[in-house]
T-cell receptor
Framework: AQSVTQPDIHITVSEGASLELRCNYS??????LFWYVQSPGQGLQLLLK??????LVQGIKGFEAEFKRSQSSFNLRKPSVHWSDAAEYFC??????????FGTGTSLTVIP | DAEITQSPRHKITETGRQVTLACHQT?????MFWYRQDLGHGLRLIHY???????NKGEVSDGYSVSRSNTEDLPLTLESAASSQTSVYFC?????????????FGDGTRLSIL
């Protein structure tokens, strides 16, 4: 069965520090993977997506993610976090029929 | 710009009442989805539709129904609201695909059932 695991419920980082949010997936076929960000009171906004090819994908707002098939992981990274990055982050896998399975999310707090 | 609009943004109602949440998209997408978001559970799929007159049950469909009479709208109805259905509800749409088409989300409806 397909599933997405985000092991970290909450992460706190200092502004300017680097960030890595973890995501592990379980899916039998080639995964289509996505990262979304949710600011308070708003819907989910697409950060980036992975389909195939280059395992390092670039997204909006300076985010990138690396697909590692051997580890079933798709971790999100940012070299230098800004206060405006404080939000909830969701990893998702897309399957047949374009249905998505979402992780439970990671809440990011940025300390000035 | 194309968008998804959900209404109302906030609603308070009583147990046993019927409630309908609206979702309207101007992307001209065939696929539409309803999710609920609860702490510790992320987003869980309630119902989805691949086109007019098509509806399908998701992971947590009990107590909910949808209908698709046109491309733009997929209203979600709670037949008899229960306190366990207090949640934030999100509507999304996408192009047809096999998991490779991003879903676009509305801003959500916060529903409280007293």
């Amino acid at each position: 069965a397909q599933s997405v695991t985000q092991p970290d419920i909450h992460i706190t980082v200092s502004e300017g520090a680097s960030l890595e949010l973890r995501c592990n997936y379980s899916y039998g076929a080639t995964p289509y993977l996505f990262w979304y960000v949710q600011s308070p009171g708003q819907g989910l906004q697409l950060l980036l997506k992975y389909f195939s090819g280059d395992t390092l994908v670039q997204g909006i707002k300076g985010f990138e993610a690396e697909f590692k098939r051997s580890q079933s992981s798709f971790n999100l990274r940012k070299p230098s976090v800004h206060w405006s990055d404080a939000a909830e982050y969701f990893c998702a896998v897309g399957i047949t029929g374009n249905q998505f399975y979402f992780g439970t999310g990671t809440s990011l707090t940025v300390i000035p | 710009d194309a968008e998804i609009t959900q209404s109302p943004r906030h609603k308070i109602t009583e147990t046993g009442r019927q409630v309908t949440l609206a979702c309207h998209q101007t992307w001209n997408h065939n696929n539409m989805f309803w999710y609920r978001q609860d702490l510790g559970h992320g987003l869980r799929l309630i119902h989805y539709s691949y086109g007019v007159q098509d509806t399908n049950k998701g992971e947590v469909s009990d107590g909910y129904s949808v209908s698709r009479s046109n491309t733009e709208d997929l209203p979600l109805t709670l037949e008899s609201a229960a306190s366990s259905q207090t949640s934030v509800y999100f509507c999304a749409s996408s192009e047809a695909g096999e998991g490779n088409q991003p879903q676009h989300f509305g801003d959500g409806t916060r529903l409280s059932i007293l």
